[in-house]
């Protein structure tokens, strides 16, 4: 079945450091892609997307690309704020058969001033 | 709009009670599901709905019933609360279904759950 896996947390990186937040996908079909974001004691909403191989979804100053060589869609931002910091989440869908999202297991980010 | 909401936000039941946890939204959608997130698993689909009248199983339904009679509300009733179902809650709505690929999922503020 479909599956993702994150990079295991937390991550603490200073204020103004890059960030990458790596994610891998295992799909039959041709998923889209999400990153979306937690805040403390928040639901969840959706911070970018990309539908298609080779897609880059940017918002926010975040951006990952739809890799389906490598079957990866790794989150970046070039230089993170406190505000940043939060539970960050990818997930897939749209792959045929399945009618949920496909979430990995998230990983905390704490960005320290 | 309001969005998704979700009551109560916070919930302690002693193991056997039960209790219906309740989820609308206001944006029309068909789509409807309820996930829990507990540490160290990401979340998971217990029920979903893909319309007015019909609700079908995520991937840990045991435990869980749902009933989908307006397309605004999905409540996710605990039959008989047990403290495996300690968790957070969260129900999510959106135009269509992942299946189609693409859509954004919007999700309530969770339901933080305790069964002692």
């Known amino acids: 079945g479909d599956s993702v896996t994150q990079m295991e947390g937390p991550v603490t990186l200073s204020e103004e450091a890059f960030l990458t937040i790596n994610c891998t996908y295992t799909a039959t079909g041709y998923p889209s892609l999400f990153w979306y974001v937690q805040y403390p004691g928040e639901g969840l909403q959706l911070l970018l997307k990309?539908?298609?191989?080779?897609d880059k979804g940017s918002n926010k100053g975040f951006e990952a690309t739809y890799r389906k060589e490598t079957t990866s869609f790794h989150l970046e931002k070039g230089s993170v704020q406190v505000s940043d910091s939060a539970v960050y989440f990818c997930a897939l869908s749209g792959n045929f058969g399945n009618e949920k999202l496909t979430f990995g297991t998230g990983t905390r980010l704490t960005i320290i001033p | 709009n309001a969005g998704v909401t979700q009551t109560p936000k916070f919930q302690v039941l002693k193991t056997g009670q039960s209790m219906t946890l309740q989820c609308a939204q206001d944006?029309?959608?068909?789509?409807m599901s309820w996930y829990r997130q507990d540490p160290g698993m990401g979340l998971r689909l217990i029920h979903y709905?893909?319309?007015?009248?019909?609700?079908d199983q995520g991937e840990v339904p045991n435990g869980y019933n749902v009933s989908r009679s307006t397309t605004e509300d999905f409540p996710l009733r605990l039959l008989s609360a047990a403290p495996s179902q300690t968790s957070v809650y969260f129900c999510?709505?959106?135009?269509?279904?992942?299946?189609?690929?693409?859509?954004?999922?919007?999700f309530g503020p969770g339901t933080r759950l305790t069964v002692t």
């Open positions: 944006m029309n959608h068909e789509y």
């Open positions: 709905s893909v319309g007015a009248g019909i609700t």
């Open positions: 990309a539908t298609k191989a080779d």
């Open positions: 999510a709505s959106s135009y269509t279904t992942p299946l189609q690929g693409g859509e954004e999922q919007y």
